[in-house]
């Protein structure tokens, strides 16, 4: 199945091509927002049949590349269900994102779009973008998504609660514990919270990803200071259940050179079942 999609979207799938649509009663094709996406404070903007665009809060003095994982995953899935029937829906089962910048800029602002690349049997592929206040890329999105019945779905999750983001450490809000810590690898703790949810009951994917960059970024730092996030690749094997169960996050140096350094990670259950893998590239300082 593919869609129709227009011929500017293809010439520049990232670039001014997302209107608002009237598809739904919010205006944005039906689209209203989740546990996860109220605690990162992020939010779909604007809809069409092929592309999404949103925006995500910046807490004030939050620098970390982590936080706009979940504005990442938003945009790129909104473009996908933007493009399938009603009946239809989809889950992330793989997010890369690659970052052209060191830290988040300055502005209380983060954007996004992102448009639907193809389809092929069961699955989508969108390709999206993230940027500054004043049009600078900082990052480019690839998300490819099962898609299945919505009739497969559970009802979504009442919102109970939300966790504004309030901590200029987006470790400390993911409430990450570091029970191990040396050179080459770290284990941290984190609780799959219904704050981090999605309409699926389960935790969402920008969350996990968010959790990953921030486990990668802690482990880099421990060779020192200066080491930065350039791009993330996450795969979700299953889908990671909000539950008051502790999950661990395991982080591994797998490659280090003087300029550049690998970092592959997992998110686990306590039966130690893998739900969730990533590996994560980070650049050194200068020496």
């Given at each position: 199945?593919?869609?129709?999609v227009?011929a500017?979207l ?7 091509t997302?209107?608002?649509?009237d598809?739904g ?7 209203q ?10 939010r ?9 665009k949103g925006?995500f809060?910046?807490p004030?003095?939050a620098v970390e590349?982590?936080w706009t994982?979940?504005?990442?995953d938003?945009v790129?899935?909104r473009?996908?269900l933007?493009?399938?029937?009603r009946?239809?829906s989809?889950v ?16 209380p602002?983060?954007s996004?779009?992102?448009s639907?690349?193809?389809f092929?049997d069961?699955?989508a ?5 993230l940027?500054?206040a004043?049009?600078s ?5 690839v ?6 019945g ?10 109970e609660?939300?966790r504004?983001p309030n901590a200029?450490s987006l470790?400390?809000?993911l409430?990450?514990e ?5 050179a ?7 609780e799959?919270?219904l704050v981090?949810?999605?309409?699926a ?32 690749d996450?795969?979700?094997r299953?889908?990671?259940a909000?539950?008051p169960?502790v999950l ?5 140096v797998?490659r280090?050179?003087?300029?550049l350094?690998r ?9 130690a ?8 590239t980070l650049a050194?300082?200068?020496r």
């Open positions: 199945m593919t869609p129709e227009p500017r293809h010439a520049d799938p990232i670039g001014e997302v209107l608002n649509s598809g009663p919010d205006g944005l094709g039906g689209w927002p989740n546990a996860a996406e109220v605690s990162f404070a992020t779909i903007t604007g809809a069409s049949s092929v592309a999404a925006e809060d910046r004030p003095g590349l982590g994982a979940t504005l990442a938003l790129l899935g473009a996908v933007a493009a399938v029937p009946n239809r989809g992330t089962v793989n997010l890369r994102i690659d970052w052209f910048t060191a830290q988040l800029p300055p502005a602002t983060i996004g779009t992102a639907v690349m193809n092929a069961d699955f592929v969108a390709r999206g973008e940027f500054s004043d049009s890329t900082l990052a480019l999105l998300g490819r998504f099962k898609l299945f919505s009739d497969d779905l559970p009802p979504p999750p009442v919102i609660d939300v504004l200029l470790s400390n809000f409430e990450l570091y029970g191990h810590v040396d080459l690898r770290t284990v941290a703790h984190l799959a919270a981090f949810a999605n309409p009951g389960v935790m969402h994917g920008g969350a996990q990803a968010a959790a990953f960059c921030t486990a990668a970024e802690h482990l880099a730092a421990q060779d020192g200071p200066g080491w930065r996030m350039l791009d993330i996450v795969h979700y299953a889908p990671v909000v539950s169960e661990q996050l395991s982080s591994t797998v280090r050179s003087r300029s350094m970092i592959d990670m997992t998110l686990a259950a306590p039966d079942t893998v739900l969730t893998q990533a590996s994560a050194g300082p200068p």
